[in-house]
């Protein structure tokens, strides 16, 4: 798609790095924010909105982002944000309901649906082997993530409908995901060539999320068990506990630091990510980002700063990262004709 192999395997790389680093600080920051979740939530989805935009008007000014490129129409952000607005509400409504390793297993589906959306909405083509590639690195991530799982069959007493509104949940964000794709390779074409700045498609995209998730704020506290009308006391008690001032009735030892450096941490990977599928494709950029599961379970595994006690991994969770291994390989081996090149 126009850029350079070196310069994809670095984008890779810094995706891996960070998307690493996003998970395992996110852990951290939750440690003096455990009774906060939400206020986390709320705090990025909001505040990179002025972050982004911040970054975007200071890009115009100095001529990096065009006249054309702010001009772009603004339908297909707007899908954007609503489809990312609701992967959030069902998942959330879904994860209320699921046993807590249940979520990131059904969360893998979200590979399947892109390369279900990517076939349908751009017309891509994918060999057998990049199919079963992909498939293995689903299938990989599930068993290492399953490795730490109960004895039994952990969804026997779910309700058939929370597993369905979690994997709907995967297809929501991976319809966004193909949608920003949908950006770049249209925008090209409007611009002459040049493709979008990453900080329009992240403005506008997140602009519209947040929009939609303030629409639906209501909803979005009470699955939390905060009702709307307490939801002014847990936002100031979260800043209090963020800032670690004041007299916080829990314990916020590690704040701001931690929810600082996970905050910044959480941006660059967004940007990485973005700049990835801006270079390669969609599902290039979720199969790199993958990739970092078992690095951050395993990472995750051994004692750290506020959380020192480490866990013993299974050998199904070396099973599954082989397996994951051996399906990014499978799916990246060099294309034997050319009529593939369409398919990355």
């Given at each position: 798609?126009?850029?350079?192999?070196?310069?994809?395997?670095?984008?890779?790389?810094?995706?891996?790095?960070?998307?690493?680093?996003?998970?395992v600080?996110?852990?951290?920051?939750?440690?003096?924010?455990?009774?906060?979740?939400?206020?986390?939530?709320?705090?990025?989805?909001?505040g990179?909105?002025a972050?982004?935009f911040?970054?975007?008007?200071?890009?115009y000014?100095?001529?990096?982002?065009?006249?054309?490129?702010?001009?772009?129409?603004?339908?297909?952000?707007?899908?954007?944000?609503?489809l990312?607005?609701?992967?959030?509400a069902?998942?959330?409504?879904?994860?209320?309901?699921?046993?807590?390793?249940?979520?990131?297993?059904?969360?893998?589906?979200?590979?399947v649906?892109?390369?279900?959306?990517?076939?349908?909405?751009l017309?891509?083509?994918?060999?057998?082997?990049?199919?079963?590639?992909?498939l293995?690195?689903?299938?990989?991530?599930?068993?290492?993530?399953?490795?730490?799982?109960n004895e039994?069959?952990?969804?026997?007493?779910?309700q058939?409908?929370?597993?369905?509104?979690?994997?709907?949940s995967?297809a929501?964000?991976?319809?966004?995901?193909i949608?920003?794709?949908?950006?770049f390779?249209?925008?090209?074409?409007?611009?002459?060539g040049?493709?979008?700045?990453?900080?329009v498609?992240?403005?506008?995209?997140?602009?519209?999320?947040?929009l939609?998730v303030?629409?639906?704020?209501?909803?979005?506290?009470?699955?939390?068990?905060i009702?709307?009308?307490?939801?002014?006391?847990y936002?100031?008690g979260?800043?209090?506990?963020f800032?670690?001032?004041g007299?916080?009735?829990?314990?916020c030892?590690g704040?701001p630091?931690?929810?600082l450096?996970?905050i910044?941490?959480?941006?660059?990977?967004n940007?990485?990510?973005?700049n990835?599928?801006?270079?390669?494709s969609?599902?290039?950029?979720?199969?790199?980002?993958?990739?970092?599961?078992p690095?951050?379970?395993?990472?995750?595994?051994?004692?750290l700063?506020?959380?020192?006690?480490?866990a013993?991994?299974?050998?199904?969770?070396?099973?599954?990262?082989?397996?994951?291994?051996?399906?990014?390989?499978?799916?990246?081996?060099?294309?034997?004709?050319?009529?593939?090149?369409?398919?990355?």
């Amino acid at each position: 798609m126009g850029s350079s192999p070196a310069a994809a395997a670095a984008a890779s790389a810094a995706v891996v790095a960070l998307a690493v680093a996003n998970r395992v600080l996110y852990k951290l920051a939750l440690v003096p924010l455990k009774a906060y979740p939400f206020f986390l939530a709320q705090l990025t989805t909001f505040g990179y909105v002025a972050v982004y935009f911040s970054i975007l008007y200071a890009r115009y000014r100095a001529g990096v982002v065009t006249r054309d490129m702010l001009a772009l129409p603004k339908s297909r952000f707007v899908a954007i944000g609503l489809l990312e607005a609701l992967g959030v509400a069902s998942g959330m409504s879904a994860g209320a309901m699921l046993p807590g390793p249940a979520i990131p297993i059904l969360s893998q589906s979200f590979l399947v649906w892109q390369l279900i959306f990517s076939a349908l909405l751009l017309g891509r083509t994918y060999s057998a082997r990049q199919i079963i590639g992909c498939l293995l690195v689903t299938s990989g991530v599930i068993l290492a993530v399953a490795s730490g799982a109960n004895e039994g069959q952990f969804l026997s007493e779910v309700q058939l409908i929370w597993p369905a509104l979690m994997i709907t949940s995967s297809a929501f964000q991976a319809g966004a995901s193909i949608l920003k794709e949908a950006v770049f390779i249209d925008g090209a074409e409007r611009l002459k060539g040049m493709r979008p700045d990453i900080f329009v498609v992240n403005s506008f995209g997140s602009g519209f999320q947040a929009l939609f998730v303030f629409l639906l704020l209501p909803f979005l506290s009470n699955l939390r068990g905060i009702k709307f009308a307490e939801l002014p006391g847990y936002v100031n008690g979260g800043a209090e506990c963020f800032l670690n001032v004041g007299e916080s009735p829990i314990d916020c030892g590690g704040a701001p630091f931690l929810p600082l450096l996970f905050i910044v941490v959480n941006m660059a990977f967004n940007i990485s990510l973005l700049n990835l599928v801006k270079m390669s494709s969609a599902l290039v950029a979720s199969l790199t980002s993958t990739s970092a599961v078992p690095i951050s379970i395993y990472i995750l595994s051994l004692p750290l700063p506020y959380i020192p006690h480490g866990a013993e991994l299974s050998t199904s969770f070396v099973i599954g990262a082989v397996v994951m291994l051996m399906g990014l390989i499978l799916y990246n081996l060099p294309h034997s004709s050319s009529k593939q090149s369409k398919a990355d």
